[in-house]
């Protein structure tokens, strides 16, 4: 009898306009069709405590947001969703699906803040340890292609008032990151019709369902 597949932690990521909501519902249900038992949750947030420090982190108060606080805030809510949720839902043997995750402040706070990578990482490894997704999916297009997409929205939170050189940062750490661990990440040509898109993922979904 073939051993059954443990079940694994994927997150998705890029930036704004890439279409993230759109095919988080399809990688559910692709998950749903490979009959697996799944969790959905997303960063910042996951549990209550989460969800509260993601209202302070979005906010357009008066008060600035300092870069370290910003850091600090993503990392508290991230220890309540990775021992809260996350790491019972896998020892539950349910499949994770996550709306972004560790690398998101890693391209955010390192690449669009310019922060130091180093400093985020040693805070990371106090936090997170060794613990991270065994996949992380990048929808990847242009700057300028993805910020087209999401121009009619209104009342933007603080991340969404940002530049496009912001994003251009973010954009290249993620590919750095991306370079930096292959086996971890896939990348998905995101400026392609949304069609196109679900074929890559479902590829993608295809190859993880034949691993261990
Ligand atoms: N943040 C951070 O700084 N550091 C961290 O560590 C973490 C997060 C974890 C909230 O995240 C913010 O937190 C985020 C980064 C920061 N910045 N912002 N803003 P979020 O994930 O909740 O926010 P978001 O990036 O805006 O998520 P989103 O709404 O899911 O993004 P989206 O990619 O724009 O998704 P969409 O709504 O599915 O797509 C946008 C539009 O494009 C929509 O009209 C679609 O119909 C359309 N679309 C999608 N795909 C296609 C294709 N292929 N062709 C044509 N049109 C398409």
Known sequence: MSKAQAAKFISLEGIEGVGKSTNMDYLASLLTKYKKDFIRTREP????????????LL??????????????LLY?????????VIKPALENNQWVLCDRFLDATLA??????????????QLND?????FKPNYTIILDAPVEVALTRIQKRKNLDRFEKEDISFFTRIRN???????????????????????AVHEQLASIMHEIMQTE
């Open 173 to 195: 750490q993620y590919l750095a990151l991306a370079e930096r661990e292959p086996d971890r990440f896939r990348i998905v040509d995101a400026s392609q019709n949304l069609h």
């Open 45 to 56: 947030g996951g549990t209550h405590i989460a969800e509260a420090i993601r209202h302070i």
């Open 59 to 72: 906010q357009t108060k008066d008060e600035v947001l300092l870069p370290k606080t910003e850091i600090l």
């Open 126 to 130: 106090w936090v997170l340890g060794d």
């Open 76 to 84: 508290a809510g991230r220890y309540q969703h990775v021992n809260h």
């Open 108 to 121: 955010y706070q390192g690449g669009g803040r310019q922060q130091p990578l180093a400093s985020i990482l």
